[in-house]
């Protein structure tokens, strides 16, 4: 059985709707305003939560890191990037204070213990910890040591990375989710994973999500089919925006139906439905849809039947069809239309 936690009011584990984590990351490209605006679509859309990245350029970067993609028109260095997504401590509270009027959870992931420290002080309900950093103890401790959940990805851990930071997570009392993921941007469906999220349930009896970066629908669709408890998705208002996540993310128009889908695989999965039961609310549907023994042409009083001389023909309001070779040798006691089905008063035995 797997083990369930609380993200604020948010039940996550078994028997739960799939908890939907929209990811802004820095589409907002450094622009407070716009970093709202993700807040307000993403909850219209149907988010859960509603996740940023926290980056402290002095904190986590040097002037020696290199683009993963070179595309900033203003940043000479990834150094000068990060610094340029900042918002200041007063400003994280906006947003923070700005999802919850909203109804959604904020999240964000920290990339420093600075970083830990100021979202500690909004006081952000569990910690994302993004597949760069699944093996930095350092923010890992930091982490831990607010005893709050981790939502731990795994985009370029192998199994012996992912058992050890489970392990310590585990000893240390944390609840923790596992997210299955790939680090390419975008990633191919080939390499989506959907197998991994089976042996993460099976080998650690967690709740377990996907973080995709495909930028279409269908692996987190497929996830939450599957059962995923969680499921992270990046976010853009339409895909010729500017920025490196914009080819991995979904437009707020998929995540809306996403949300929907979610809501009715959910109420599907609630609501199990009884055969024999189901059958039965339905006898009024079946005698329309079902079949009875019936003549192929009118026949006179007397007549013996053969099985030449049946067929089945709706509604199933007379003999069954399924008794149609009980009827063979039977005998009509009086004249029978073809336009009706038969009944067994209208036989008698030979």
């Known amino acids: 059985m797997t083990t369930s936690f609380h993200i604020e009011h948010k039940t996550i584990g078994n028997g739960q709707p799939c908890f939907l984590i929209a990811e802004v990351a820095q589409a907002h490209d450094g622009s407070l305003g716009f970093a709202h605006s993700f807040i307000d679509a993403a909850a219209d859309a149907g988010a859960d939560a509603i996740k940023f990245q926290t980056h402290l350029a002095h904190a986590e970067s040097t002037k020696q890191e290199g683009f993963r993609v070179k595309f900033s028109y203003e940043d000479n260095t990834r150094y000068d990037y ?27 992931s920290a990339f420093s213990v600075e970083a830990v420290e100021l979202l500690e002080t909004l006081g952000v309900p569990a910690w994302k910890i993004g597949s760069g950093e699944t093996n930095n103890p350092l923010l890992l401790n930091a982490m831990l040591d607010t005893g709050k959940p981790i939502l731990l990805s795994t985009g370029m ?54 973080s995709d970066h495909t930028g279409t629908p269908y692996p987190a669709t497929a996830a939450i089919a599957l059962g995923a408890h969680l499921v992270e998705v990046h976010v853009t208002f339409h895909r010729t925006l500017f920025g490196p996540d914009v080819p991995v993310s979904l437009t707020f128009e998929q995540f809306r139906q996403l949300a929907d889908t979610r809501d009715a695989f959910h109420t599907m999965q ?39 001389m049946l067929t089945t023909k709706k509604p199933g309001i007379g003999i069954p069809a399924t008794q149609l070779r009980d009827c063979i040798g039977k005998v009509l006691n009086h004249d029978v239309s073809a336009d009706r089905v038969l009944q067994w008063e209208d036989l008698t035995n030979a």
């Open 82 to 108: 990060w610094k340029r997504m900042e918002f200041s401590p007063e400003q994280w509270h906006g947003l923070y204070q700005h999802a919850h009027e909203k109804g959604l959870i904020f999240l964000s």
């Open 157 to 210: 851990s192998p199994w012996s990375e992912i058992e050890d930071s489970v392990q310590r997570i585990q000893q240390k009392g944390n609840p923790i989710a596992l997210f299955q993921c790939t680090s390419k941007y975008p990633t191919a469906l080939t390499e989506v994973g959907l197998n991994v999220l089976e042996e993460f349930r099976q080998r650690f009896l967690v709740p377990i999500g996907l």
């Open 270 to 308: 609630k609501h199990p439905v009884d055969k024999n039961r189901m059958a039965q609310d339905l006898t009024e549907m079946r005698s329309l849809f079902n079949k009875s023994v019936a003549l192929k042409q009118d026949l006179p009083q007397g007549t013996s039947l053969t099985e030449s």
